[in-house]
């Protein structure tokens, strides 16, 4: 399952930033780019309610292949479709299978991980998602954004991650309900700082992924230098998140996770001021996205914990529909800041989107050491 994470991130990656450079040469704006990207939000926001319903009555194998599949021709269609106002119902398709792929994996793999070692099985997961999401932008450096090549390529990284889900026959998750059933609504007042975490996270990376390339190319950057922007991200993440891991599972998670928003806040600041020596760049976002994915990665070593069974399922679809929430707001929020104070107005929104989440720890009362919330 976590190889098949790692298929998908790689063909994620390819695929969000060539959109997004695809659009940008057809002179669409940052705003329509943003927004567009935001789509991805309403779609995921959208299925996950059904995903472990549909899980248990057809299977969650079957269901995960599906997913993966739909998202590879979801992927192609884009190149076929030049009217962009089809590019809105193709996000709708490409995401809503996305998420439905992510919500299984993650619960899949949170399932089987064992207690005691959960935030460093968690970190590889990350890990293997996030080297996924270094290869994209590299392939994409090479073959460019013109034509079918980098589509195609996409589509078969994703549908090849299908293969990997059919060595995991043998270790199916489990769908049956164990305690009381919560709503969504339950969920997310039950574990507020990991629910907000989600969403933060999901408004700074998406937004990131579809503007950072966009935002390269603003800063004068050729077309292969600004995607290496997106690379130096994923490989942050790639190196930080086993430490990341293994930390959660030592100390208080909600002191870690205040410590991830601290980063992600500090470098919103310092990205701007580095911005015009590329190898300088480079190296902060990766230090700084590296850090704020922790927010994901030790929340779902929270929700792990926590629940089991279907209610896992249903809290990870929970975890998953606050990063769909993020993901409607980063894109646009992103894109407008872009236009109205380029170049660097990108970056500086995401210092709210951290304000924001250290305003929640504080109300929720809940920074200080030891407690087990998050």
Known sequence: ???????????????????????????????????????????????????????????????????????????????????????????????????????????????????????????????VLSLGFAVGPLILRFVGSHGFLPFGLGAAIIALATIPVLFARGQRPDLHQTGRRRSVFGFVVGVPIASMAALVFGAVESGAMAILPVYGLRLGLEEGQAALIVTAAALGNVALQIPIGLVADRIDRVTVLVACALAGLAGAFVIPLVADRFPALLAVVFVWAGIIAGLYTVGLTHLGARYSGANLAAANATFVMMYAVGMMAGPPAMGLGLDAFAPHGAILVTAVFFLAYLAVVAIAGAGSRGRPRA
Do not use: C, K, Q
Request: net charge positive; aromatic share 12%; no cysteine.
């Open 1 to 127: 399952m976590i190889a098949s994470a790692g298929g998908v991130g790689a063909g994620l990656s390819l695929g969000l930033p060539l959109l997004a450079l695809v659009l940008e040469s057809r002179g669409i704006t940052g705003s329509w780019i943003g927004l567009n990207t935001a789509v991805a939000g309403f779609a995921a926001l959208a299925i996950t309610p059904f995903v472990t319903p549909l899980a248990a009555r057809i299977g969650a194998m079957r269901l995960l292949i599906g997913a993966l599949l739909t998202t590879a021709v979801a992927l192609i269609g884009f190149y076929f479709a030049t009217d962009f106002r089809l590019w809105f119902p193709l996000r709708l398709v490409f995401h809503g299978a996305l998420g439905t792929a992510f919500v299984l994996s993650e619960f899949w793999i949170a399932s089987l991980a064992p207690g005691a070692r959960r935030g460093l099985v968690m970190g590889i997961y990350a890990t």
